[in-house]
């Protein structure tokens, strides 16, 4: 009987250094190569359908021989492309535009009406070329040459000095390409990327262009495969672990070499600054053909767990010698930990249950896109963590190599997702068309990539599959969790859900753990008809609301393109989080959840999907007037939502109510209480407005004005507090929470004066000038007193002086259509946000300044240090 499945910890990540101990005389170098980039939309002219994707598959295919059963031989003769304008060496390209990688075009709109609102109305879809040119010094004459990209969104194809390369058509892949043959060093080299990006071929905002990080490595002819080192811990204990290293090394200097592998491990301090040396496993000597296999194990004495708390990571250093002398040296990071799923009592993280407190994410980064920024994702994760979030699903493919980095650093669990479908498409343009032959290469790239980091506990072979209910659904599931398992046999597989008979007709069994999508109320049935398979939920709740939007009476949940807060509508799929809570309490083997979603993201903004036959609610009558005209002239009102209102936090990043009800759930020992709505309501004197309280209380006691409006006590299965009957009056609510009968929390709301001053607060006063580096500054609308004004929206203008650029600005509403590169907005409901990069190398004050209608100037000081 199968009652668990053990996950020894794992991890890589090459840094850009390489080696920080030991690596001066190392032949490897990384390079960051984003910079010095030429951009321009469209092909050249002459091109035609030449290089559209099946006449360039048989060409591209091989790219990805090293992850394949069976590898494809490149045809011989001319590539597309090569007489191509665009990817000749001497094109003149300097009427191109100029720019830094990572790079979405999409994201610097404009927003148009007239697109989807499933793609954030956003133009991220076309064809686009990069260009690179750039000195290769003749040192490397006789060196290896890879370039790696990290993401292109899609289509990718790559030529160097006017010959085709390769490329890989998934946008969410990770590769690398053999540049050595076209390479010329002691000269000046070219570089082209093509990317071409279909509508209809994706349910979200995709983004588009170059961007993830794209490197360049160098290594000798003898080395360490990309992506070549697997670090597995077999055995684990606070007094003891096994450590296995297995590398994998290519040898390209076209004769059989003897060599001497040396293996060192050595403890990382948590913040990386410092590390220890404490392992030396026993050198290996080996005649190494164009690819040869060893392994070394040593035992490791008390070692320091990775864990939520202490994420413990320690660097394996891989050497070669060859006639004493060093040809390859690299690092490979990974955490010591056990990790399994079980049947009677969930997840557990050594040795202890660990409830999956997760969210889904997406890969924007809201008025970002979906340009790569580490500072971006980390702050995500930060406020994430302040909610009580243990884990991330990368909804749905691979993640950024830098998001699983953080989470390996900050302690945070992923299920780490490959695909959104299979053969059968949800899209004319998807996945499927890309199923058949390249369905075995993303897979197993995928996971060889990120098979080292302690924070992958679950790899996902896709989501809410129409093969789920179909008979060819489990053999295709189980040849793909094969395709994981050949690479990294000691994580298990799963797959996210949507039909509860899935769970029934086989194809629960192409996986090692099930997860249900928005099922609390078939758990109970699953462990019945599976009694030895583990189960969790995949994708939970669904809620849906805008960040300080209520309306009245609370199951009146929509008006003009906006939800309510009170959390009290979901699309028809979906639940509450109170139900979702419900059926984990009542059916404690399950091993926890993943929230639909932690953050807002762009595109797919249920239930404004569609333009509304039907004349909605509105605040005013100002609004409703505009909404009938239109409605009466076209026959419908156009839906200008852009994002989606599913986040618990807002695209801006600032939480929505919906984020202390998870917090009251997720941090049981966090004394907290929260109060909605605001207590700002001038045409509701004297009428019902119902108070809803999330604490991690057992019960509280509200006031109004100093006069008890009664203690209420938590029922069993209830998780939010209600006053249905409070009648407003302007004031102070407050509420004390209580538990074990022990004052607990105290929280209040009051009534606001007028919008009189605007309060700047950045989330870090001091960053980097590195050109990467960002801060987040909060932008208030304040009464008097400082308090938020709810329901302010004045337009503000914001403008910086010193060594910093305003990067972007938003406020979280999902029906804004101002271009996020604008320095005007609107405030949305007291709150906006700007983005703040210093500029590379430029140290020194910067100021950004705020104004608003009627309202002083705002100011805030950052520091830039180079």
Excluded at 208 to 215: H, P, S
Excluded at 616 to 643: C, F, Q, T, V
Excluded at 775 to 789: C, E, I, L, N, P
Excluded at 817 to 824: A, K, L, N, Q, V
């Amino acid at each position: 009987m199968r009652t668990s499945l053990l996950l020894p910890i794992l991890f890589l990540f090459f840094t850009a250094a390489v080696v920080r101990a030991e690596a001066e005389s190392s032949p490897r170098e990384r390079i960051l190569f984003d910079a010095d980039w030429r951009f321009q939309k469209g092909d050249p002219a002459g091109v035609g359908d030449s290089l559209e994707y099946e006449k360039l598959k048989p060409w591209l295919l091989p790219t990805a021989n090293a992850f394949v059963s069976l590898p494809r031989q490149r045809p011989a003769g001319e590539a597309p492309g090569e007489r191509a304008d665009y990817a000749q060496p001497g094109f003149d390209d300097s009427g191109w535009r100029r720019l830094t990688l990572p790079h979405d075009w999409g994201i610097e709109g404009p927003f148009d009406q007239a697109l989807p609102g499933e793609g954030g109305k956003l133009p991220w879809f076309g064809v686009a070329w990069y260009r690179k040119t750039f000195d290769l010094p003749a040192s490397d004459q006789g060196r290896q040459v890879y370039l790696e990209i990290d993401g292109a969104m899609s289509y990718s194809a790559v030529w160097c000095n006017g010959k085709f390369v390769g490329g890989w058509p998934y946008g969410y892949a990770s590769y690398h390409l053999d540049l050595t043959p076209y390479l010329k060093a002691g000269a000046r080299n070219s570089l082209a990327i093509r990317l071409d990006n279909p509508k209809k071929s994706s349910r979200w905002y995709p983004g588009g262009g170059v961007y993830r990080n794209v490197w360049l490595e160098k290594t000798s002819p003898i080395h360490v495969d990309p992506w070549g080192v697997f670090v597995t811990t077999p055995e684990v204990s606070a007094e003891r672990a096994t450590v296995n290293v297995q590398v994998t090394v290519d040898n390209g200097a076209g004769a059989v070499a003897s060599l001497t592998a040396k293996t060192v491990l050595f403890e990382l301090a948590l913040n990386d600054d410092e590390r220890t040396r404490v392992v030396e496993f026993p050198s290996v000597t080996l005649n190494a053909g164009k690819t040869t296999q060893f392994s070394v194990t040593s035992p490791l004495e008390h070692p320091k767990l990775w864990s939520l708390q202490s994420p413990k990571r320690y660097a394996v250093v891989t050497t070669l010698e060859q006639g004493g002398n060093v040809v390859d040296r690299c690092e490979t990071v990974f955490g010591v930990r056990k990790a399994e799923f079980t049947v009677a009592d969930g997840f557990r993280l050594n040795g202890q249950r660990v409830p999956i407190q997760g969210v889904c994410m997406h890969h924007d980064l809201g008025a970002l896109g979906a340009a790569v920024n580490t500072r971006a994702m980390e702050r995500q994760i930060e406020i994430l963590k302040e909610m009580g979030v243990n884990a991330i699903r990368t909804s749905h493919n691979p993640p950024a190599p830098e998001l699983l980095d953080l989470c390996d650093r900050m302690g945070m669990l992923v299920m780490d997702e490959s695909v959104d479908c299979w053969k059968i498409g949800k899209k004319p343009n998807g996945y499927n068309l890309l199923f058949a032959d390249w369905s075995q290469a993303d897979i197993r790239a995928y996971v060889r990539r990120d098979r080292n980091h302690p924070s992958v506990v679950l790899f996902s072979i896709g989501n809410e599959i129409p093969e789920q209910s179909r008979g060819e659904g489990p053999a295709i599931g189980k040849e793909l969790s094969g395709f994981v398992h050949r690479e990294d046999p000691t994580r298990p597989t799963t797959i996210a859900v949507s039909s509860a008979a899935a769970g029934y007709n086989g194809f629960q069994t192409c996986v090692d753990v099930f997860g249900y999508n928005y099922k609390p109320f078939e758990y109970k049935r699953f462990r019945e008809k599976n009694p030895d398979q583990p189960l969790f939920g995949s994708e939970t709740s669904s809620t849906v609301s805008s960040r300080g939007e209520y309306f009245f009476p609370v199951n009146n949940a929509r008006s003009d393109f906006q939800v309510s807060s009170y959390d009290s509508f979901a699309p028809i799929w979906a639940t509450m989080p109170d139900a979702e809570f419900k059926g984990q309490d009542e059916n404690p083997f399950v091993a926890g959840e993943f929230v639909w979603t932690g953050f807002d993201y762009l595109g797919e903004p249920s239930p404004y999907n569609s333009d509304s036959t039907n004349l909605l609610n509105y605040h005013n009558e100002a609004d409703k007037a505009r909404a009938a005209k239109e409605l009466k002239a076209l026959g419908k009102i156009k839906a200008p939502s852009r994002s989606s209102y599913f986040g618990i936090v807002d695209l801006a990043g600032f939480k929505k109510d919906r984020f202390y009800l998870y917090q009251a759930r997720w941090r049981p020992d966090f004394p907290m209480a929260h109060i909605l709505p605001h207590w700002n309501w001038p045409d509701r004197t004297g009428q019902v407005t119902p108070v809803f309280v999330y604490t991690s209380g057992d019960e509280a006691e509200l006031f109004l004005n100093g006069q008890s409006l009664g203690r209420k006590k938590k029922a069993p299965f209830e998780y939010r507090l209600r006053w249905d009957d409070v009648k407003y009056a302007p004031g102070e609510l407050k509420v004390i929470a209580y538990k074990n009968g022990k004052e607990w929390a105290v929280s209040s709301v009051k009534t606001t004066g007028a919008a009189a001053r605007l309060l700047l607060a950045p989330d870090r006063a001091t960053i980097k000038a590195d050109g990467l580096d960002l801060s987040f500054v909060t932008v208030t609308v304040a009464d008097k007193d400082g308090q938020m004004v709810p329901q302010s929206h004045p337009k503000l203008k914001f403008a910086i002086t010193g060594p910093g650029e305003i990067v972007a600005t938003d406020n979280g509403d999902p029906t804004d259509h101002t271009t996020f590169s604008s320095p005007e907005r609107n405030a949305f409901n007291g709150l906006a946000l700007a983005v703040v990069r210093a500029k590379p190398g430029a140290g020194g004050a910067i100021s950004l300044r705020v104004t608003g209608e009627g309202l002083p100037p705002g100011e805030v000081i950052l520091t830039s240090t180079p």
